[in-house]
């Protein structure tokens, strides 16, 4: 990443890149995370940059709760 790049990515803040590749795209692509727009929690600090670790977790057993209630638990419902 250049010195640009990244002093033009701290001016931008996560909510703000997201909901511009909504209005991109010309449809919510993150309504599984989120159910609205995002906000800036804290718009008088500055844009943290760096790269993130991702990765895709799985369970080697099927929940046995039904899906309702896992739904209820994660605040889904």
């Known amino acids: 990443m250049t010195p ?3 002093s033009l990515l701290r001016g931008v803040d996560t909510p703000t890149i997201c909901n511009a590749i909504e209005v ?3 449809q919510r692509r993150f309504n599984a995370f989120t159910r609205g727009t995002m906000l800036y929690s ?5 844009a943290i940059i760096g790269y993130a670790r991702t990765a895709k977790i799985a369970a080697i057993t099927r929940p046995i709760d039904p899906p309702e209630t896992i739904k209820a638990q994660n605040g889904l419902l």
């Open 42 to 46: 804290a718009p008088q600090e500055s």
């Open 4 to 6: 640009a790049i990244l």
């Open 24 to 26: 991109a795209q010309g």
